[in-house]
């Protein structure tokens, strides 16, 4: 707690980090772009996105269902119907010059004999001679048919590229006012500015995705409008005041490094850019990341992969609980966001020596060591900063305060924890568990001062409750179980006193420390010598 306080001063006063956004790669959707963004930036852009494609929806659903669009439509198509007709009308008349007419089957436009009764006869029941005419005046009708057959191909090719740059001037006609507000309303930011544009060209290229008659034939890699041009906020600062100082109490990887959400459609999982999810490295990124060791060295995984990040400056959103599993088609693979931030680790000493002092990348990544004291010095300074301290905790837990003596009180009992009349323990978790249950006791008498009855008061509870042991052992002596004899004088054996700690208490025993004794020569005796070492 004191550390966090202490890093959230260092930080107070800095501009808060920038957001971070994911937004769709239209070119490769399996590679989101990420995207920084002032602080507030991120959030403003994606309520604005989502608006915006509400209004899309219905200005191209209004401008290509309208009636001068739908006619315009009618009167392309009808010219070229009207030419094709044309076409084959005037191979018709000629080909009745010569006794053949031009039919409709299912196989589209034929060539046929016509009989004496002018309808079509099997070119068989024709004399020979007349059989050879009619085959070679067919063969004549037929490749015109066919050139004009070839002509309506390429006229009703050309037709559906004017149909498409019609369709696109209309749609852009339509959606003009609305995107180019938006265009303009963030110009400023380059990134966005870009995408943009790209996001315009796109919507001209697929209006069928928002005509409401092709809602359901989407293909299956294409996402919903309202999905396609989502904005995923992945990191969101806007209520921030200042850069922020974060603690990762679970350090798994997901945690850190965020994760990639699915859900379940039609017996299978389905996932896009809008389900990626950040950790508290992309929450920090910009400010501080405080880790505790313990929780640190539990998960190796997240320490390598911490290590890379750091080394590499930017962060990976990797599926480790997937690797060796078949790939999940369409799952995206976010590109990195670049990674500044100062990573804090504490804990106890021994977790520094027992896991990460032998790791030999660890000073390369971690350049200062704080290897904070047990105990300080009693100075004024410090002394005056313990009793400031005594009295913030005793008001931020119960509104009341201590007086000089009960303050004069904490401050013995911090020097006997330090086990030195000139130094205060450090452990300041100890004192505010006094000091709290001090504030408990004045809250449930009706008081608002803590006083230095009181204080003794909590620590007499607190011994209460801690010294079960020392109080059986106390009580054997008194019984006679454990024989200590005060008076009196034995060969090689002494009375001593052994401290016990258990942890939250520790207090001192009698012990009996005996040891074997015989006559021994006179004078000065060399142990060294008589054991021949």
């Known amino acids: 707690t004191a550390t966090l306080a202490y890093l959230e001063r260092h930080l107070d006063g800095r501009p808060p980090p920038n957001d971070w956004v994911y937004i769709n790669n239209f070119r490769r959707q399996y590679r989101p772009r990420a995207l920084p963004l002032p602080a507030g930036v991120g959030r403003k852009f994606r309520d604005r996105m989502a608006s915006l494609v509400k209004q899309l929806r219905e200005a191209l659903t209004a401008a290509l269902g309208g009636e001068d669009y739908q006619d315009q439509i009618r009167k392309e198509n009808e010219i070229l119907q009207g030419a094709v007709k044309a076409g084959i009308a005037a191979l018709q008349a000629e080909a009745r010059q010569s006794g053949l007419d031009i039919v409709q089957t299912q196989q589209g436009h034929m060539v046929a004999a016509l009989g004496p009764d002018g309808k079509p006869l099997a070119i068989e029941n024709f004399p020979v001679s007349e059989r050879n005419r009619l085959t070679e005046a067919g063969q004549g009708i037929t ?183 078949v790939p999940l088609a369409g799952a995206p693979r976010p590109k990195a966001i670049a990674l500044d931030l100062k990573v804090v680790i504490v804990g106890a000493p021994r977790w520094y020596y027992t896991f990460f002092s032998i790791d030999p990348d660890f000073q390369t990544y971690f350049k200062v060591k704080a290897d904070i004291d047990a105990d300080m010095d009693a100075t004024p300074d410090n002394l005056s900063s313990y009793a400031a301290l005594i009295r913030t905790i005793a008001h931020d837990h119960r509104q009341v305060h201590c007086d000089d003596a009960a303050v004069q009180r904490l401050l013995g009992m911090a020097a006997r924890w330090a086990e030195h009349r000139e130094k205060l323990t450090a452990r300041f978790e100890i004192l505010e568990d006094v000091v709290t249950e001090a504030a408990e006791i004045v809250h449930e008498q009706g008081g608002d001062t803590v006083t230095e009855a009181i204080v003794i008061q909590a620590s007499e509870h607190r011994r209460r409750r801690n010294a079960r042991v020392e109080d059986r052992m106390q009580q054997s002596i008194a019984d006679g179980t454990v024989m200590i004899d005060t008076s009196g004088a034995a060969v090689g054996q002494i009375n001593a006193l052994t401290v016990r700690d258990l942890g939250d208490h520790a207090f001192g025993g009698p012990s009996r420390v005996t040891a074997r004794a015989s006559v021994g020569r006179l004078g000065v005796i060399n142990v060294e010598r008589q054991v021949a070492l």
């Open 143 to 325: 490749a015109k048919l066919a050139q004009i057959n070839r002509r309506a191909v390429r006229e009703q090719t050309s037709l559906g590229a004017r149909l498409t740059e019609i369709g696109r001037q209309t749609a852009d006609d339509a959606i003009s006012i609305c995107m180019d507000d938006v265009q303009a309303e963030f110009e400023p930011y380059r990134g966005l500015a870009r995408w943009l544009v790209e996001m315009r060209a796109d919507v001209l290229d697929n209006l069928d995705m928002f005509l409401p008659t092709k809602s359901k034939a989407v293909a299956p890699n294409r996402l919903p409008p309202e999905q396609n041009y989502a904005v995923n906020l992945f990191v969101d600062h806007s209520d921030d005041k200042s850069s922020s100082v974060i603690l990762e109490a679970n350090p798994t990887y997901e945690n850190l490094f965020g994760h990639i959400e699915y859900r379940p459609a039609e017996g299978g999982l389905v996932t896009d850019f809008t389900m990626i999810r950040a950790g508290s490295l992309h929450r920090a990124n910009g400010g501080m990341l405080v880790l505790r060791a313990e929780a640190l060295a539990r998960n190796p995984t997240s320490w390598e992969f911490l290590k890379g990040a750091l080394r590499d400056g930017e962060i990976r959103i990797e599926e480790p609980h997937r690797a060796g599993s």
